[in-house]
């Protein structure tokens, strides 16, 4: 299957690259410099696409990127550290014993309906996300948490027991009680049902258009509490084939690419107009196990259920590998399943406790435990039920990497005697997988906060059905992140966080593969004023906070305009050719629905 799918998507990015490039001079020259009434129009290359515009069901990069853009936090990350910064509140003050926090919110906060945006707004929000248990959210609520709004501008936020969590800051967006309370108690199927179109919003762009697997469209939002940006309008261009993406950037179609693959670095790296950005690792390629339990009908191999099995699997991955034949370097062998980036808290397993690669010992472990093949098919079978190892692994095409670290992986495992079935699939794809359970291990990527807490809390016990990939229950495990999210004594949660890195890494309920880096590139003719964040080595586009999109602004003289620099004709038949590939996948691949309620 997964050659199949390469040859088709290579044929059309074929078509798509040669009838760019015979339109780009063309259409390069249709540009004209923008006069005073026409909108500024920032023009950003994706490869994946929206799964969901509704804030309380993203699931997906590009899902947080609108609702990051379109929804203020209490307090946001900072440009310079991702720590607590003011933003719809300025700031929040605690009593002597951590139990009860205070925030300020500023003065004259309008939705974009011009509606007064008050700390009711926030205690409704977050009485919504616990009541109704939105899955996304509500880790960052622990002590039975009451909030109070004493007058407009103050928010209370007083637990049974003390308490950071305000401060870490909590990664939830502060949503609009005239429109999501009709909502309030309903199942959290249908509140994930609900459209975000034509929102409601505090952040300076709203979402305006969505063409599913074209794109979409941000305009200013003319009620935006902070500075005016120069940006009109934000038009993502979705590209299925990256090659594309980059021929776009160079043919100035679009302004800035996002999410590049490390092998076509090279072809802009050294091109004088373009600037490469290498993003320091703050997600991490993950192989899960699904162990089942999402619903009646999740049926994984059984096998997975042996920590055997599962640390064979680890043994035989060469890691190293797929840094230098995946990421093309541009990445570091992975371990735990706190990132990098979160440097106090991240794990780096000591040399002697890590898994080595050995496909020998492997072998040797299985052996041992019995898992013999007994037809001699070059697959083994399970001694207590002799069902033969063999699993269905689907993988993101939408995340950078995974689809070919996929394939090394089946490799891999053949080579133990475990026979595994790639399923590349977008996002949406994944997320059907996702819900019903309907996978044997897949290949997906993960992220999470500065702060550990989010990271550890989809691993708990309590998530299978909701968050967690594969629904892994450890009770131990369960203990640890219960000890550290109300630890006060940083030092000792410290303590407690690398804990249960140690146990979760030894268990193997997944396999985190690699740290890559992000790597973003820009017309650096175009537009200038980026805001890069967390830090120098941060992301470019609107990720931990929307910082850049209030500060970029077209260079003096540029071709930027509102007009698209691309003809009709050229997206017509760039999209016969695409739409020829999408159809493969879709009638290729499984479909079922997830069970959410």
Request: glycine share 8%; charged share 20%.
């Amino acid at each position: 299957m997964s050659t199949g799918f390469r040859r088709g998507l290579a044929a059309a990015a074929s078509i798509v690259v040669a009838v760019l490039a015979l339109a780009g001079p063309a259409a390069h020259a249709q540009s004209t410099a923008p006069s005073d009434d026409e909108p500024v129009i920032l023009r950003v290359g994706l490869s994946s696409d929206l799964t969901t515009d509704n804030v309380f069901a993203v699931s997906a990069g590009s899902d947080y990127t609108v609702a990051t853009t379109e929804y203020d936090m209490l307090q946001k990350f900072a440009v310079a550290d991702a720590t607590a910064a003011p933003s719809l509140a300025t700031g929040c003050d605690h009593n002597e014993d951590y139990t009860q926090w205070t925030c300020t919110l500023r003065d004259g906060l309008l939705w974009s309906d011009g509606t007064p945006l008050t700390s009711e707004d926030v205690a409704f929000t977050y009485r919504f996300v616990i009541d109704n248990k939105i899955p996304q959210y509500k880790s960052y609520f622990p002590g039975n948490p009451v909030f109070t709004t004493p007058d407009p501008l103050t928010f209370v936020w007083t637990a049974d027991e003390p308490t950071f969590a305000p401060t870490m800051p909590p990664w939830v967006y502060i949503v609009p009680e005239h429109v999501w309370s009709q909502y309030d108690g309903q199942s959290l199927k249908d509140i994930r049902a609900v459209s975000g179109m034509n929102p409601v919003v505090s952040g300076p762009y709203m979402l305006t258009g969505w063409d599913h697997g074209q794109g979409f469209t941000m305009d200013r939002n003319p009620n935006f509490w902070g500075p005016e940006p120069t940006v009109d309008r934000v038009d993502y261009r979705v590209y299925t084939n990256q090659e594309a993406m980059i021929q776009a950037l160079k043919n100035n179609e679009i302004d800035i690419a996002d999410g590049l693959k490390p092998s076509l670095i090279n072809s802009v790296s050294n091109v004088s107009n373009i600037t490469v950005q290498k993003v320091v690792s703050d997600w991490w390629l993950n192989l899960a196990f699904n162990f089942g339990g999402q619903n009646d009908s999740a049926h994984p191999l059984a096998a997975l259920h042996d920590l055997t099995v599962r640390t064979a699997i680890e043994m035989a991955i060469d890691k190293n590998a797929i840094v230098d034949k995946v990421y093309q370097g541009a990445a570091t062998p992975g371990d735990t399943i706190v990132r990098p980036a979160s440097a106090f808290w991240h794990l780096d397993v000591p040399a002697d406790q890590e898994f080595p690669f050995d496909p020998a010992g492997a072998n040797a472990m299985l052996d041992d435990a019995g898992y013999a093949d007994t037809n001699g098919d070059g697959v083994r079978e399970d001694p207590s039920n002799g069902e033969p190892l063999e699993m269905q692994m689907p993988a993101s095409s939408d995340t950078t990497g995974a689809v070919e670290a996929g394939e090394l992986i089946v490799g891999y495992l053949k080579q133990i005697g475990i026979k595994v079935e790639l399923l590349p699939a977008t996002d949406t794809k994944m997320n059907d997988y996702w819900g019903s359970g309907d996978f044997d291990a897949y290949i997906w990527y993960w992220s999470g906060d500065p702060d550990p807490n989010y990271q550890l809390f989809v691993f708990t016990s309590e998530q299978c059905g909701s968050w967690s990939d594969g629904c892994w229950k450890d009770p131990h495990f369960d203990q640890l992140y219960e000890e550290q999210r109300s630890m006060m004594d940083q030092t000792k949660r410290q303590q407690l966080v690398l804990e249960a890195q140690q146990y979760e890494y030894d268990q193997v309920p997944g396999v985190v593969l690699a740290y890559p880096n992000w790597l973003e590139a820009y017309r650096n003719d175009q537009f200038t004023g980026w805001i890069p964040s967390p830090g120098p080595q941060g992301y470019l586009l609107a990720t931990y906070n929307y910082d850049t999109l209030l500060a970029v602004k077209p260079v003096t003289g540029s071709s930027n305009s509102g007009s698209t620099s691309v003809p009709g004709w050229v997206w017509v038949i760039a999209g016969v050719a695409v739409v020829g590939v999408v159809v493969l996948v879709v009638r290729r691949g499984r479909r079922t629905e997830p069970d959410e309620a």
